[in-house]
């Protein structure tokens, strides 16, 4: 079994920055792609940014410029440092993996934690 356990949410005023991380745990023998989600009240689930194992990166529109997504493949855990955050940022924020967890099978599968909220006061 497969664990991805966030953590750095929480609640920050317009304009400031938080870090959040991803750690994953378990049955890993390698991560494909790591990413972050998010998803607001009313709102359907979306991409904020992600990260191959080869280090190519994707944002969202909404976030470029702002929010910078990194990883650690020693320590298995990907960051999210968020900067110059808006009211609009205002969600619960969710890690992804798309993990191998075996050397004799190529299956990949994507693992979710359970989520950490991300609060912007105007």
């Known amino acids: 079994q497969v664990q991805l356990v966030e953590s750095g949410g929480g609640l920050v005023q317009a304009g400031g920055s938080l870090r959040l991380s991803c750690a994953a745990s378990g049955s890993i023998f390698s991560i494909n792609v790591m990413g972050w989600y998010r998803q607001a009240p009313g709102k359907q689930r979306e991409l904020v940014a992600l990260?191959?194992?080869?280090?190519?990166?994707v944002y969202a529109d909404s976030v470029k410029g702002r929010f910078t997504i990194s990883r650690d493949n020693a320590k298995n855990t990907v960051y999210l440092q968020m900067s110059s955050l808006k009211p609009e940022d205002t969600a619960v924020y969710y890690c992804?993996?798309?993990?191998?967890?075996?050397?004799?099978?190529?299956?990949?599968?994507?693992?979710w934690g359970q989520g950490t909220q991300v609060t912007v006061s105007s």
């Open positions: 992804n993996a798309r993990i191998r967890s075996s050397s004799y099978d190529a299956k990949l599968d994507d693992y």
């Open positions: 990260i191959t194992n080869g280090d190519i990166t």
